[in-house]
Nanobody, 120 residues
C-alpha cells in the first residue's frame, strides 16, 4: 500500500510560479511511475505530467514549456514546478503513483489533492 501526501498548492497571480510536492510512504517508490493530474470544477480529471521509474517524462500539451515534473527517489518525492501560471490552470491537483505487475495488473494510488488557484 502506498500513501501519498501533497503540498505546495495555494493562490498565485497569473504569470506566477508554484511548486507542488508529493511524498510517498512505503517502499518501492523508485519502481513507480509518478504523475500529477488535475480536475477543475465541472471537468474531468486530466493528466498534467508523468515521470517513469527511468526518468522519462510526458506532459499535457497545455502545460508543455511551463511545467516540469521531477523526482527524488532518495526522498520518495515527486515535484511539479509550475511557471507562467494561467487562470485556466486553476484546479485541484492530485498526485498519482502507479505500476503494472507481472500479470499486467495496474495498481493506482492517489493523494488527497491540493488546490491551485490562479487569479489576480
Amino acid at each position: 500500500q502506498v500513501q501519498l501526501v501533497e503540498s505546495g498548492g495555494g493562490l498565485v497571480q497569473p504569470g506566477g510560479s508554484l511548486r507542488l510536492s508529493c511524498t510517498a510512504s512505503g517502499s518501492g517508490f523508485s519502481i513507480y511511475t509518478m504523475g500529477w493530474y488535475r480536475q477543475a470544477p465541472g471537468k474531468q480529471r486530466e493528466l498534467v505530467a508523468a515521470i517513469t521509474s527511468g526518468g522519462s517524462t510526458n506532459y499535457a500539451d497545455s502545460v508543455k514549456g511551463r511545467f516540469t515534473i521531477s523526482r527524488d527517489n532518495a526522498k520518495n518525492t515527486v515535484y511539479l514546478q509550475m511557471n507562467s501560471l494561467k487562470p485556466e490552470d486553476t484546479a485541484v491537483y492530485y498526485c498519482n503513483s502507479n505500476y503494472v505487475n507481472s500479470r499486467d495488473i495496474r495498481y493506482d494510488y492517489w493523494g488527497q489533492g491540493t488546490q491551485v488557484t490562479v487569479s489576480s
